[in-house]
């Protein structure tokens, strides 16, 4: 133990290299950092019949079986098992006095019961998040540590100084791929100014002799400087490798961590499979005494900076090294299991909830998604956006919606649409009051069989209500995260500042909240609940457009929470905005749910589908108070090289400066300069003017070469790396810039981006980057009725068609420069 009294805040936690012990690292308000060492190892709960209980028993007091799986005390205790009910059961539960051995016994238990007889709890929570609710402290949190417990000094939410430094990685590489075999030349170190990037040069470390005198050197630096914070861009995947393969191969025992504790990894590289996207999760270097964060591994880093981690560490109680490597959806699950233990309620080890019996009507009625409404293609001007602020959480809090409050067999619900009064305040305080206020109008009612309550929400178009009685577990594990970052947003002051990214590292929490009710895998999801959340987000926004079409609003387009509203019968701008305010103070009280005015645009225009003509519904582009604002056209895509943003930016920008200088949005001329200026620019391609850095795409690979039935550029870009000595594996990113093929060799029709140079002589594929470039000024002059043809041609026919359809677009969805 480091000592028997300090004070300062907790910035991490991490299991010790015996496993019986946790570290916990403090660091003060002189930026001094303490170690705590804390004696503790964790429990598993397993439950059965008491006759499987016995065996169990006897099979775990085995000495050679206690022995391997270092158990400890074996006791029978009383616990909630599910969030459904409120009895107490008779549980067994196991101390692993090696916190490394807890999946390897429960794994046997499960085995020895084949995999149905017992019920096991409490295997995979995380270590940290288990230790940290034990002791009642979370990340970040002002404690004070005294005689073996922690105590909170301060609840605010002010952050420790800490000193942050940046590692940039300098190779030698034979085919300009940078691996694990390249040779690693230098490593820059950059100092930021506490947690804001910069390019202050700290110190540069150049390789010039041996090995073994450079990793000693850059032990010695990190030694020296002393960070709280290491970030990288690729540590994961390539760096902290690397330098794990050098220190290796130079018998140097390289150590970065604050305590005795040798670089390596805590897992193995992964494929994992999200929302359509095949992600390859590298192998984790976490650090003791030190925080080591990976831009390239961490969606959360990259979107909410390090103090948005810092919030969601503090919110689910994990390590903040931990959980930046892991998706939104994780962390709302862990928030999840957080409530869980904090309700006394055991954290099942894998999902036992199936989905509830329907008729095939239920089935048609309850199984739909959100309400979208077909737009109506066309360029507009002062059209008004309202969003729902966090719709789905809103809703599962405002709603109760739950997996213990759907369907209970207490209340019935009076009405089918209630008033207002009848909702869960979206405040977490206003809605314990409201729940501790209806406890105590119940306290005299039978629970024997179900009571009539107007506060039971039936849901819109359902047989489903939710319960009045008790407060749902979901509402309370969201409700306040949306109260945190209304906080945030009212703090913040500009795009981009510390509080805007705090609050859009909680904005995708909320985002991926709805989802995970219906994820399969999901611990207390349940697909009824789901459903229940698009049921009422349809209602939702049918009613808001319904007032709004009352108020003497158009509504032009809809997308699940948020509506597109013009009033040409009001001619002053000041005043769309203020009947528009209005409108979303009407809308929000009749729903209980804040309808925020988002902007009033300059110019919006709605693509049609390059199909069928009529509208798209998620493609659009607009220009308001906060700049442009893109949606679904190629300037938004990953895979899109720069020459063809530009493209687009371009064209946005002339009609941005068009409507600025008094001319009308939907104008000719400015649509024939377009695409003068698009024919320009493919003239400039032809000529080989254009950057070639500028004409890369970048794929991400979703499978191996074997298994393409179709030869694809991707696929070429695939075979033309193995050729060159680098296998390029699911999960990761290709680079190739499209050439006209020389043979009929696959690899000859892209060259690599890390084969580029300035003096390479390339033949590129003009048709490919002409086809591209057509298409996106498409998705800027289809609006306005211009089809791929006319803009090709560089000259709009009008015809007899375009007074049916005017939207109609010539292309396909197997277009030749996809």
Request: net charge neutral.
């Amino acid at each position: 133990m480091g000592s028997d009294f300090l004070r300062g805040w907790v910035f991490d936690v991490r299991l010790s290299s015996d496993g019986n012990r946790m570290n916990v690292w403090l660091i003060d308000d002189k930026q001094n950092v303490q170690l705590i060492v804390v004696p503790w190892s964790a429990s598993i709960h397993v439950n059965a019949d008491s006759t499987l209980l016995n065996n169990l028993i006897k099979w775990l007091q085995l000495p050679e079986i206690s022995k391997k799986f270092s158990i400890g005390k074996i006791r029978t205790v009383k616990k909630r098992l599910s969030l459904d009910e409120f009895e107490i059961h008779n549980v067994l539960e196991i101390d692993v006095l090696d916190n490394r051995n807890i999946r390897k016994i429960a794994q046997h238990i499960e085995a020895r019961g084949d995999h149905h007889r017992y019920s096991l709890y409490s295997v995979d929570a995380h270590l940290a998040q288990r230790f940290f609710i034990e002791f009642d402290i979370s990340p970040f949190q002002l404690v004070e540590w005294n005689e073996g417990s922690f105590s909170v000094l301060d609840e605010n939410d002010c952050w420790p100084k800490m000193k942050v430094i940046e590692l940039v990685f300098e190779y030698n590489s034979v085919n300009g791929f940078d691996t694990i075999n390249s040779e690693l030349n230098s490593v820059e170190i950059i100092a930021w100014d506490n947690f804001s990037p910069t390019q202050i040069v700290e110190h540069k470390l150049v390789r010039e002799g041996c090995g073994k005198e450079f990793i000693s050197q850059f032990q010695n630096d990190i030694c020296r400087i002393d960070p709280d914070i290491i970030v990288t861009k690729g540590g994961d995947a390539l760096h902290f490798a690397a330098l794990d393969k050098l220190a290796k191969e130079t018998g140097v025992e390289l150590n970065i961590s604050r305590i005795d504790s040798r670089l390596e990894p805590k897992t193995v590289s992964r494929v994992v499979h999200s929302y359509g996207q095949v992600i390859r999760k590298d192998a984790y270097f976490p650090l003791s005494g030190r925080l080591h964060l990976d831009l390239d591994a961490s969606f959360i880093v990259r979107e909410g900076g390090i103090l948005g981690l810092f919030e969601l560490s503090r919110h689910s109680r994990q390590s903040p090294q931990d959980i930046s490597r892991l998706s939104p959806g994780s962390v709302i699950s862990a928030i999840q299991m957080r409530v869980a233990m904090e309700d006394g309620v055991l954290v099942p080890w894998k999902k036992n909830r199936a989905e509830d019996t329907k008729t095939a009507w239920e089935l048609l009625a309850t199984d739909r998604g959100g309400l979208y409404l077909d737009s109506k293609p066309g360029v507009y001007s002062d059209v008004i956006e309202l969003d729902f602020a966090s719709l789905f959480p809103s809703i599962i809090a405002t709603r109760n919606i739950s997996p213990e409050t759907l369907n209970c067999a207490c209340c019935q619900a009076t009405t089918s649409y209630p008033d207002v009064e009848c909702f869960v305040p979206l405040d977490p305080e206003g809605a314990n009051l409201t729940f501790r206020e209806r406890a105590r109008k119940d306290i005299f009612a039978s629970k024997i069989f179900p009571s009539s309550n107007q506060s039971a929400l039936q849901v819109p178009g359902l047989k489903t209500h939710t319960c009045a009685r008790t407060h749902g577990f979901l509402g309370r594990v969201v409700a306040p995260l949306i109260k945190r970052r209304m906080e945030l947003k009212g703090l913040k002051k500009k795009k981009g500042d510390v509080y805007d990214l705090q609050q859009n590292a909680l904005k995708w929490l909320l985002v991926t909240c709805f989802g995970y009710t219906g994820y399969k895998n999901a611990r207390f999801g349940r697909i009824e609940a789901h459903e229940a959340i698009c049921a009422w987000a349809r209602d939702i926004l049918l009613t808001t457009i319904r007032i709004a079409e009352d108020e003497g609003w158009n509504v032009l387009h809809a997308i699940v929470d948020c509506v597109w509203i013009e009033n040409q019968n009001l001619e002053c701008r000041e005043e769309k905005i203020e009947k528009a305010l209005l409108l979303s103070r009407k809308i929000s009280k009749k729903i209980g749910i804040p309808l925020e005015f988002e902007d009033i645009y300059d110019f919006i225009a709605f693509l049609p589908s390059r199909i069928h003509g009529a509208g798209s519904l998620t493609k659009y582009w607009a220009y308001g108070k906060n700049g442009f604002k893109l949606r679904g056209i190629e300037a938004r895509q990953h895979s899109t090289c720069s020459w063809i943003k530009e493209l687009q930016q371009t064209a946005l920008e002339l009609i941005r400066d068009h409507v600025q200088q008094g001319g009308g949005c939907n104008s000719i001329s400015i649509q024939e300069k377009i695409v003068k200026m698009a024919h320009e620019e493919i003239k400039r391609v032809h000529s080989n003017k254009i950057d070639l850095q500028k004409l890369v795409i970048t794929k991400r690979v979703a499978k191996r070469i074997e298994d393409f039935s179709v030869s694809t550029r991707t696929q070429n870009a695939l075979i033309r790396a193995r050729r060159i000595g680098q296998d390029i594996l699911p999960g990761r990113k290709v680079r190739y810039v499209a050439t006209k093929p020389f043979s009929n060799l696959p690899e000859s029709k892209v060259i690599l981006s890390e084969e580029l140079n300035q003096d390479m002589k390339i033949k590129i594929d003009f048709q490919y980057y002409e086809n591209l470039a057509i298409r996106a000024i498409w998705a800027i002059l289809g609006p306005f009725g211009w089809s791929d043809e006319e803009i090709k041609l560089g000259n709009k026919k009008y015809t007899l068609f375009d007074f049916f359809n005017s939207f109609y677009s010539k292309s396909t969805v197997d277009d030749p420069a996809y």
